[in-house]
């Protein structure tokens, strides 16, 4: 199994030139997973996608932990830790750093004799950024040796297409492929690890007496003045004719602790029920319904 990981920043592409990458693999017949993990949605901020390629069906899932190949196109992501950039990287891996610096200079400062690679950004950064997604998939489709051109061309037209900058990527994609042909084939496909079984390491919590584990208000401290059903749009009402007074249920599974128990029977507080449906979701007797909440008169302003 092929295991690539991409790095780059939100605008680089590297969401999209991972979904190229798996595109060319899945044209030259290989089963595909490809994936971005990302938090905050803005510009600048670290990002990484990756991408499983194997000719037998990929059982693998999750984070891609041990990568074959980690191309990154922002080389001060390397220092930044949060951004995992060297995760699961081992003797087996190799590294394709955008950068000016030399390869050499990258092994002297990652302490790896080999398996480093650069290729050096445009004098026009900028300039280069809408490009960046479709260079990196290609270089690393070079890499590995088992997608041909025609491939990497098909996927690139297939995920440009009505966008007008198809002929720009292209040329940007073939002049990664052209440069980085001496190292064709040099990603090789990583054993593969499958999940082994281990012991969870379980604790047995003993069970609360009903009258400390139901989740009723006890202590409300300041909801007393802030009261959640002052923003309710909907309120739960009890049809007492339906209700069979299994009220561990609704009482128990109600998000809120909203829900007390009284003579067997189920009691709404409804100064701090915020009308979210759960007890109507999992009533086995359909005995709560949800009704439209009358507006409220506004409180009196306190002198």
Not at 57 to 70: C, H, I, K, M, N
Not at 229 to 249: F, N, S, Y
Request: with cysteine; hydrophobic share 45%.
């Amino acid at each position: 199994m092929y295991r690539i990981r991409f790095h780059g920043r939100g605008g680089h592409g590297i969401k999209t030139g991972a979904r190229m990458l798996g595109s060319a693999f899945f044209a030259e017949g290989f089963e595909v997973q490809d994936a971005p993990r990302y938090g905050a949605e803005r510009r600048g901020a670290p990002l990484d996608a990756s991408v499983r390629a194997s000719r037998a069906p990929l059982r693998e899932r999750g984070a891609l932990r041990s990568p074959d190949l980690v191309v990154v196109a922002d080389e001060t992501l390397i220092a930044v830790a949060a951004a995992g950039v060297l995760g699961g990287v081992d003797a087996h891996s190799w590294l394709l750093i955008r950068s000016d610096a030399p390869a050499s200079t990258w092994r002297e400062r990652l302490a790896r004799p080999e398996r480093v690679l650069t290729w050096p950004a445009a004098s026009d950064e900028r300039a280069e950024l809408p490009f960046l997604g479709s260079a990196c998939a290609a270089a690393a489709a070079r890499l590995v040796g088992a997608i041909g051109w025609p491939a990497v061309e098909a996927a690139l037209t297939s995920e440009l297409a009505g966008f007008g900058t198809l002929d720009e990527n292209l040329a940007q994609a073939r002049a990664s492929w052209e440069r980085l042909a001496p190292y064709e084939g040099a990603v090789t496909e990583g054993p593969d690890r499958l999940a082994t079984a281990a012991d969870p390491g379980w604790i047995e919590l003993p069970l609360d007496p009903p009258s400390l584990a139901a989740p009723d208000v006890r202590v409300p401290l300041t909801s007393l003045e802030v009261k959640t059903g002052l923003w309710r749009t909907q309120r739960p009402v009890i049809d007492a004719l339906r209700c069979h007074g299994c009220a561990w249920i609704c009482s128990s599974l109600c998000p809120d602790g909203a829900i007390a128990v009284s003579a067997g029977r189920p009691v709404i507080d409804y100064d701090h029920c915020k009308g979210c449906g759960v007890c109507v979701a999992v009533c086995p007797h359909h005995a709560i319904d949800l009704e439209r909440e009358a507006l409220q008169p506004a409180p009196e302003a306190r002198p």
